[in-house]
């Protein structure tokens, strides 16, 4: 321990505490600020919309992500940067690393993550088997691409993808046209269609100093495109596997932060990436309770450059997401080891507004719940 | 599962939220605001200090605990009412009742904690042991109550006692004048002393609907009648006798929330009440990680009307507080299984500034990681 180490710190909390701002006021800035606020460390929210619901425990900035005068103040009031989604204008971050603020995870993270061509390119550089893919342009790159990649395939944008948005299957040489008509005829890639037995995702976090943690994976099932249940999987005999995955993309990019690597499990036995996620992670809101210390935190520790908490899990753990429509909170709670998340978003179709964590002693016990708390979103 | 339960819930988050009011702003508040926040309910503290620590987290009413100005801006805009300490002034919590906003815990509550007295009485009304007492109004009921009890022997003012404030301690006869003086001549209790082996707390949560869930107790020591270090004592010996005073209370007071009771440990086998808090409680921080629901979080759902969440603490934990002076953040961290909390205020010989809690394996590596945290902020 040096001796630096057993000063105390500032007198006045303005002098201990550091500022993180975060682009995007959603659920996701909402959990991080809330993890965060315990180390000392206050938060300013940037998102064009007055009742972001991060803005409960945030001072929120309402701006576009690209108003340059919105972005000065918001650049003004912080100390370090990090984002929610990975859609962050390029243009925004490069101002602000002009104004000497650090942005975490770096800038090159966002810029792969959000480009599935460049994404992929990167997964097959680093030897992390993915999907067959080709970049497609037009609709006569689109016939080539069926040629080779074979059918089924997806038809995916390149950018602005997520929750299953901007997507099409394509499984007939006759839909072709019409997929393309779908994802609004921009720059594309298309991917094989993997017939998989699983989903699971890695979480992953890096501190500025180059250390690097994991959670269990997680295993992840969808409705309609959008994460719906996400399991915690206690010794996956893919875990190892998905974390070296997670190491080669984190140290070529000498990424901080949380990082999410979504994979698709074929034959039991090999993994394919599907995504990355340059950002805390839907399916590592388990942690919450789940972990000796949560995704957002260590993300928050990462970020403001401290050292990291540890990500084991004593008990078995999983999350149901509430789409769409919420249930009351106290229907939730009255269940066996269920916490309740409630983002305060107004209610709209398609909408994630909340999720239910489940904590019990056995997975089996935790699947059990999982079917309470699901009995209780099941409204129709 | 009744059908009502498999409604959905508003779909205006105003609707969904409840408010609770929060009387005092500083740690206790806003723990009990973050713990509360994921539940989808919203804060309004009220505290005559613009910096309170807890107005990151909540609205801030700034205001005297008796303004009625102030009390009714409060009232207006909360739909429940709890506080963060025993010395709320009585009349405004009449104010608040005839406003018809419940106040929870009730209170009956405040009324005997905040009073040495009547709370003395009340334990010896249930059958709880407590150490031998006596009133005192002037200093000739002193001198007959030095004889009765015998000495040595604590004078304790009746109200506005805490962290070893009014308290006198009287090793013999020739102290009495200097004991009396000490106390601010005041209405005070003089009470026998107690050669106790431990000092410990049981914390307890009782439910709107009357269900009580206990927390492990928690072995205390102080310094300079300040709480220092609480551990978690799992299986404690005196675990289910704890408990059975601690029913006894809260049956007796109709009451919800969380309730702290403080015992000295006489001859090991023995308990002997030396306190209760109508609230959350420092002893009881070490539940933010460590429970698998936190102390505030089961504050919270009991005000709400919301069923109580689990209390079991799968590893091993301490709190160690830093008062007067906080360790940096980072230096904390760098501990395994440390976590850390500033809760931003302005640091002040004596005060309370922040607190670490460590969770490891065993009870022996927990006792070591305090080591390590005191060293850090043995400074001196």
Known sequence: MSASKKTAAADDPKDRFIKIGIIGGGQLARMLALSGHPLGINFVTLEPAADACAAAVAEHVIGDYDDRGKLEEFASKVDVVTYEFENVPA????????????????????????????????????GIPTPNFSAVGNIEDLKTAVETIGLPAVLKSRTLGYDGKGQAVIKS???????????????????????FTREISVIAVRSREGEIRYYPVSENTHKNGILHVAIHSPNDPLQSLAEDYGRRLLEHLDYVGVLALELFVVDGATLMANEIAPRVHNTGHWTIEGAATSQFENHIRAVAGLPLGGTTVPNSCAMVNFIGEIPPAASVLEIKGAHFHDYGKFAKSGRKLGHATICRNTRNDVIAGVDEILALSDIS
Chains 1, 2 share one sequence.
């Open 91 to 126: 243009e925004s971050v490069k101002y602000l690393s002009e104004k000497k603020l650090p942005v975490y995870p770096p800038p090159q993270a966002l810029a792969v993550s959000r480009d599935r061509l460049k994404e992929k390119t990167l997964f097959r550089e680093l």
């Open 173 to 195: 040489k006759n839909e072709i046209e019409n997929a393309w008509e779908r994802v609004g005829k921009v720059d594309c890639i298309l991917e094989g269609f993997i017939a």
